[in-house]
């Protein structure tokens, strides 16, 4: 098992950045790989951007290359979203999520077997 706790989030003004962190616990040392994916009222969830854990390899949407970059830290704990540039279309409950599976690119949501909690983040105009 893997829990997830996600920390950052918040309100900010079209333009500015936020960033989003995720703590990975328990079988850490299993995960393939890690991802963010974002959901807004009435809409699916989407996918963001993926980190290959063991390389450090990433994969983004389109709609966010060159704005959103996900990193994670070297002890291989914490996953992070530096979001800039950020629109108000941003706006959205953001999730990380783990899987053990290896699968590249994994952009669906079925890809993921653990999902950290959600955080809000609300881009005004």
């Known amino acids: 098992q893997v829990q997830l706790v996600q920390s950052g989030g918040g309100l900010v003004q079209a333009g500015g950045s936020l960033r989003l962190s995720c703590a990975a616990s328990?079988?850490?040392?299993?995960?393939?790989?890690m991802g963010w994916f974002r959901q807004a009222p009435g809409k699916e969830r989407e996918f963001v951007a993926q980190?290959?854990?063991?390389?450090?390899?990433?994969y983004y949407a389109d709609s966010e290359k060159g704005r959103f970059t996900i990193s994670r830290d070297n002890a291989k704990t914490t996953v992070f979203l530096q979001m800039n540039s950020l629109k108000p279309e941003d706006t959205a409950v953001y999730y990380c999520?783990?899987?053990?599976?290896?699968?590249?690119?994994?952009?669906?949501?079925?890809?993921?077997?653990?999902w950290g909690q959600g955080t809000q983040v609300t881009v005004s105009s």
């Open positions: 999520a783990a899987d053990f599976r290896t699968l590249w690119p994994g952009v669906m949501p079925n890809d993921y077997a653990y």
């Open positions: 328990g079988r850490t040392f299993s995960i393939h790989r």
């Open positions: 980190i290959l854990w063991s390389s450090g390899s990433t």
